[in-house]
Every structure is written in structure tokens, then in C-alpha cells.
């Protein structure tokens, strides 16, 4: 609860504090070397309101770990923490209480000992950011372990990284939640229902770094969606170098120190937030902040999200969280592709792909209709067919699944099947569309591009499916013309000039329109306007998630060619 701020009033029920906003400087008893039948050895830590010892059973010599606490401190987050344990055992990551008790001035508590939280680890590692891979296992299990804390009724309210521990051996790779101090129940264990939301302006109660907006800033009532946006809000501070910006100051010291950190909390956008960042992190804010008060968070999409995510950047194991964290996985074939990086190709075919980049003209890339450089594109294109034709027939390759023979298991002497990774499928289509002479094929190429897409969860436009959005809007536009695919960079071709991102509610706006009226639209010419629309609005959204309008919008597109003969 270091980074925590105490409100001055609750709502009076348990997990309410009385306290001043101004700590009084009381003159505690000194800690004796026993407590109970608990003998204090080395001190773990000390928080605003008590300390944390390891400790020895006078009898069983079992060792714990005692939360100690001055009786009459004026934040006695033990007597809440008390009530919240029992609700919690049995969990995964929920610390076993063994011992809670009061004896002379000491309100003790007895949990299972544990190891470093992630804010020593992190702080540790001496890196401005944490990787993606122990970021990614932190939030599956951060979010299961709320999944758990919230189906026994209870919020954490103070997700932070000196409140995630990792277990000690054989416990490591398991992360617990610790200090319940400001948890509460929302089911009223009387009537079953939800606690109610209030209109009334609440004090904070939280931390300063993760809590949610709607807490922090705007004085509402903690639900189970803030626990999540803290959870999220905790993720993408982990992978922004030096942190979210208003922790960079440290904890504020004055009321308009604090207003300030507020006011940038609440200004930052999940876009601005997450730029750069895995779309997950991004959509999993906006996810969280999108919840009614009351709802049901969908905990298990999110975990799936996350494994999703470290799957695709080749991590195994991700739902462990392992420190150190193990070195990057080396991509070696197809099957271990690295998402928004290097797709990941067989070995074979790396040559030639490292040919074509030494062709790569990055200082003049050709705009979407600029035709001037038709004659050399039909020499370059006639010498890549023929070497596309050659690599196929060397690779026994059928249609988009590659043949390659596995000397992994010796048992097999069948040959291993590997879906092609989405950028090689792309790269093909983009070429058969170059190739196609007919609204029907094209049609039947869009429904492929869809299929593309949606192969596995992220749905991003990447450098490759907007080359070939460039070469369908030629295809659409003129169809006489030779088209040679470009090589779309994400900030080329479509969008050269515009690096700003739009907001969200641009894209959304666009793309709606663009849906309705793909099925209006008279001939070609007006589906390619709509396509390089398409592709600008999409381009500079950050994430360039293909949205849901998004596919509609491509299969009305699907559609139309089919009908537009
Ligand atoms: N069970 C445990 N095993 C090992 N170390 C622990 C354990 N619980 C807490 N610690 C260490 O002690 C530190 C403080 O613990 P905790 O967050 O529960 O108390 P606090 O918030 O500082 O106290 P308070 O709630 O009184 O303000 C933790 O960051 C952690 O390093």
C-alpha cells in the first residue's frame, strides 16, 4: 500500500477508513521479539500502517509471514484484512491464512511466507520497461486472480506491483495478491445483490499510479471494472519505457500536485497510452472502461486475448510466469511466427526474401496511381513469377500450405503440415489479384483476404494486407493498367504524408459509412474510392485493428464484385 491513498471517509461499512488526509506522527511501542506464539525474525517490509516479519511457531516451527499492526494506528487495515481472508482460501495466488489475532497492543495477521512483488523485481532488473512475455503471464494471472477474488465477492481496490508477489520455490512461477487492506465486499452477504452506485462524489481510495479513472478522478463508487483497469493500466506501465507518465514524479506531495497528476490521468487516452504497444493492451483498457458498473466482466476472452498474444510472439509456457525471464524464442520455422515483427519463414526461403529487400526502394516509394513506374514493374514482375514458379515447384507447395519434412519425430515419416504464416498467404493474394481479370474472381480473392484476417486474434492491417488493399484499388481503379504490388510500408503508399493518428471515434465513424455503402456503390471505380478510404482510415488508427464494421465492410465489398460483373 506504499504508493496508496487513504480516503478520509468510506462508505462506513467494512474496509472504510477514518483517518486525516494529514498523517499524524504517532510515537509507536517497539515491537516485540514475540507475538502470540510467533517469534519475529527478519523484517520483510513495512508498509503506512505495520510491518511485515518473518516468523517462527514457538511449537510447530512452522514459518510465516506476520503482518503486524498497532492496535490503535489510525488506518488498522488488519481488522479489515481479517475479514477478507477467510472469503479468499483455497484460491490460486490467494496466501493461506493461518493465525489472526489480537495480543496486547499487536493486531497480527499469519500468511503463507512469500517472495519479492513485481515492484522489486521490475526495479531490480534495472530495464526501463518489463518484457512482453512476463508481461503477458502477469495478465492472465492477475486476471484470473481477480476472476477468483470477484467470484467470492470481494474487490482487491489497490492493484499495484508491490501488491503482486510471486510465491517462494516450488511456488515461483505462481504470482499471489497480497495486502487486502482496502478490499471490500460488493455482494451484500445479506441480499446477494451488488452494492449500489451512488451519484455522491467519493473520497479516493486506491493508489495514485493504477486506479481507475472513474475512481480516482471522478469519485465514484470501485466496481469490479476498476480492478481491471488498474490491472490494465499496471500492464501497460510495464511496457512504457520509464512508466506511465504521471508516475515519473513520484507519489505527489500537495493537494495541486495531486489535481495535476489527476487531470494528466484522466487526459491520456488508451491510444496515446498504447501507442506502440501489442493492440491488446489498447483494447483491453478500453475494454475495461467501456463496463457498466454492475456487469459481469468477460475474465476468460482476456486470458484467452493474452495467451493469444504471447502465442503468436512464439512464448510457451506463458501462463507461468518465469523470472528471469527465459531468452526470446529463435524463430526457426514457420509455425513460431513473431507478431507486428518479421513474419517467421522457413529457412529455405529467407534467401530469396533477403534478396528482395536489398531491391527495396525505400527513398521513393511509388503512391497509390502513380503509374509512372509501369516498365520497370513488368520487368521486375515477369523475373518474380518465374522465380515464384521455380520455389514452388522446389517446395511442393499446395496452395497455402507448405510441405516440410519433420525430423523432429522420428516415428512420423509423414511430412509435417504448417498453415503459411498470414504474411506469405497475403503476399500471394496480393499477386493473383495483380493477375485477376474478372469481378468474380476478385470477389472470391476479398472473401480470401477476410479469411486472412481473421486467422488468428489479431486483426491487424498489417504492411502486407495494405499492399494489397493497393493493389485491389488499382485492380478496381484501372483496371487496363499494369499493376506491380508495392511494398507497402504502414506509413506509405495510402497515408504517405499523415503520421497522426486519428481518434477512434474517426475510424469508427468512416468505416461505418464505408459499410453502408459498399452495396450502393455502380461500378468499380467507386469500390476502389471506398477501398483506399478504407485503408487510409484504418492505416492511421492506432492498433489499425480491422473493426467489425471493418469486415463488414470488406464482405459487402466481396458481395458487390460479385453482383458488378
Ligand atoms: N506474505 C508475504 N511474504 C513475504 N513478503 C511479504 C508478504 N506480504 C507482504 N510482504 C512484503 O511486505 C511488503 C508490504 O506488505 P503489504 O503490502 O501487505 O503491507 P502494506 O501495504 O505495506 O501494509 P499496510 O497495509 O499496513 O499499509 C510487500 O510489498 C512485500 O514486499
Redesign the pocket.
Known amino acids: 500500500?506504499?504508493d496508496s491513498f487513504l480516503s478520509n471517509s468510506d462508505d462506513g461499512s467494512e474496509g472504510s477508513y477514518e483517518s486525516g488526509s494529514v498523517v499524524s506522527e504517532q510515537p509507536l511501542p517497539a515491537i516485540p521479539a514475540v507475538i502470540a506464539n510467533w517469534w519475529l525474525n527478519e523484517n520483510?517490509?513495512?508498509?503506512?500502517?505495520?510491518s511485515?516479519f518473518k516468523a517462527t511457531h514457538l511449537h510447530t516451527h512452522q514459518v510465516v509471514?506476520l503482518?503486524v499492526?498497532y492496535v490503535h494506528h489510525e488506518c488498522p487495515?488488519n481488522k479489515y484484512e481479517r475479514y477478507i481472508y477467510p472469503l479468499l482460501q483455497g484460491g490460486v495466488g490467494m496466501?493461506t491464512l493461518y493465525d489472526a489475532n489480537v495480543q496486547g497492543p499487536w493486531d497480527f495477521l499469519a500468511?503463507?511466507?512469500?517472495g519479492?512483488?513485481l515492484d522489486?523485481l521490475y526495479r531490480k532488473s534495472g530495464k526501463d520497461t518489463m518484457d512482453l512475455r512476463s508481461v503477458c503471464s502477469i495478465a492472465i494471472q492477475l486476471i484470473m486472480r481477480l476472476q477468483f477474488m470477484h467470484h467470492r465477492g470481494v474487490l482487491h481496490r489497490d492493484i499495484q506491483l508491490?501488491?503482486c508477489?510471486i510465491g517462494l520455490p516450488p511456488n515461483e512461477k505462481t504470482i499471489y495478491m497480497?495486502?487486502f487492506?482496502f478490499s471490500k465486499r460488493y455482494i451484500d452477504p445479506l441480499t446477494g445483490r451488488h452494492i449500489p452506485d451512488s451519484k455522491v462524489k467519493r473520497d479516493f481510495i486506491g493508489n495514485y499510479w493504477f486506479s481507475s479513472v472513474n475512481v480516482h478522478c471522478r469519485g465514484k463508487v470501485p466496481s469490479r471494472r476498476d480492478d481491471l483497469e488498474a490491472a490494465a493500466l499496471m500492464l501497460i506501465h510495464l511496457l512504457t519505457p520509464r512508466g506511465l507518465s504521471w508516475t515519473r514524479n513520484g507519489v505527489p506531495k500537495t493537494n495541486e500536485a495531486h489535481d495535476r497528476l489527476k487531470a494528466e490521468k484522466r487526459k491520456a487516452t488508451p491510444e496515446s497510452l498504447c501507442r506502440g504497444l501489442p493492440s491488446e493492451f489498447e483494447d483491453f483498457l478500453v475494454y475495461t472502461r467501456s463496463l457498466a458498473f454492475k456487469e459481469l466482466p468477460d475474465y476468460n476472452t482476456w486470458i484467452e486475448k493474452f495467451r493469444d498474444l504471447a502465442k503468436e510472439e512464439g512464448f510457451t509456457r506463458v501462463d507461468e510466469f518465469i523470472w528471469p525471464p527465459p531468452p526470446m524464442p529463435v524463430v526457426k520455422t514457420i509455425n513460431t511466427p513473431l507478431r507486428a515483427r518479421t513474419p517467421a519463414v522457413p529457412r529455405e526461403q529467407l534467401e530469396d526474401i533477403l534478396k528482395d529487400l536489398t531491391k527495396l526502394r525505400l527513398d521513393t516509394q511509388p503512391i497509390l496511381g502513380d503509374r509512372t513506374n509501369v516498365e520497370a514493374a513488368v520487368r521486375q514482375a515477369k523475373a518474380d513469377a518465374q522465380l515464384d514458379s521455380d520455389k514452388q515447384r522446389q517446395q511442393q507447395s499446395t496452395g497455402d500450405t507448405i510441405i516440410i519434412s519433420s525430423d523432429s519425430e522420428p516415428g512420423n515419416p509423414s511430412p509435417m503440415r504448417y498453415q503459411a504464416p498470414k504474411a506469405l498467404r497475403l503476399n500471394r493474394l496480393a499477386q493473383r489479384a495483380t493477375k485477376a481479370t474478372d469481378n468474380i474472381t476478385l470477389s472470391a480473392i476479398v472473401k480470401e483476404f477476410v479469411e486472412i484476417l481473421q486467422m488468428n486474434s489479431s486483426r491487424t492491417l498489417t504492411k502486407e494486407a495494405l499492399a494489397f488493399l493497393d493493389v485491389l484499388y488499382k485492380q478496381l481503379d484501372d483496371p487496363s493498367v499494369f499493376i506491380k504490388p508495392t511494398r507497402t510500408s504502414r506509413q506509405q503508399s495510402f497515408n504517405e504524408q499523415v503520421q497522426e493518428k486519428e481518434p477512434a471515434y474517426v475510424k469508427l465513424g468512416v468505416v461505418a459509412r464505408l459499410r453502408r455503402e459498399v452495396g450502393q456503390c455502380r461500378d468499380n471505380k467507386a469500390l476502389a474510392a471506398l477501398v483506399s478510404d478504407f485503408a487510409k482510415v484504418t492505416n492511421k488508427s492506432t492498433g489499425r485493428t480491422v473493426t467489425k464494421d471493418g469486415f463488414a465492410f470488406l464482405e459487402g465489398l466481396s458481395q458487390r464484385l460479385g453482383v458488378l460483373q
Open positions: 500500500m506504499a520483510l517490509g513495512s508498509g503506512y500502517s505495520g511485515i509471514a503482518k499492526q487495515t496466501p500468511i503463507d511466507l512469500l519479492p512483488s522489486n508491490g501488491n508477489v497480497i495486502d487492506g
